[in-house]
Structure formats: C-alpha cells, structure tokens
C-alpha cells in the first residue's frame, strides 16, 4: 500500500468511527476549552464586534457570551453522534486531489466506492 492509499484509508477509517460515535473525546473538557477560549476571544473588541456580526447575519440578531455560552453547555454527546451519522455518510463523501497519477485513481475509485 502506497502512502496516498494509506492517507485515504486511515482517513475514511477516522471519519468512519466519528459517524459510529466512536470519537475518544471528554465532551467536559472539550466544552470548557471551547468556553475559555469563546471568553479569552471575546476580550478583543475586534473580536466581538465580528463575533456579534457574525452571529447577526447567521440568525437575525446578536447573541451575548452568556447566550454562546449556554449553547456550548446545552451540547450533548447524543446530538454530536446524531449530526455525525450526517455529515460523516460515506455517500455523501468526496476527495479533491492534486497530482495523483492516473495509476491511483481507480483505487481512490475503490476505496470512496
């Protein structure tokens, strides 16, 4: 197996155990991070004004860091399994490349299958 066919494989392997809920993760901890990092963000009044455009223009009005806050609390191991099943569909999967040979491509062909 050629470097590429291992990159692609272990690749669809990962995203394979994603979408079966088999991510290794403490959601505790990975909501804290997200949370200091979401506040040490906000300390930036560059920061939170394109935070607070950004969050305008996604839903109509401005959240508040309390409101994101919340949002990152309210995130559970259940809904993160449930939109991976989405988004990690192997169907719905597709590869862009640069400089494969032709002699691969049948076998990224094989391996999206």
Not at 9 to 25: D, I, K, P, V
Not at 70 to 80: C, D, Y
Not at 85 to 94: G, M, T
């Amino acid at each position: 197996m050629c470097s590429s066919d291992l990159v692609v494989q272990t690749t669809l392997n990962e995203l394979e155990a994603l979408r079966n809920g088999g991510a290794s993760m403490n959601l505790d901890e990975v909501k804290q991070k997200t949370i200091g990092f979401t506040i040490l963000r906000s300390e930036s009044p560059e920061s939170r004004m394109i935070q607070l455009g950004v969050t305008t223009i996604r839903t109509g009005k401005p959240k508040t860091i309390n409101q994101v806050i919340e949002e990152i609390e309210g995130v559970s191991l259940a809904t993160i399994n449930k939109i991976s099943k989405n988004i990690f569909d192997r169907e719905k999967l597709s590869l862009t490349t640069l400089g494969l040979s032709r002699e691969f491509i049948p076998k990224v062909e094989a391996l999206l299958g």
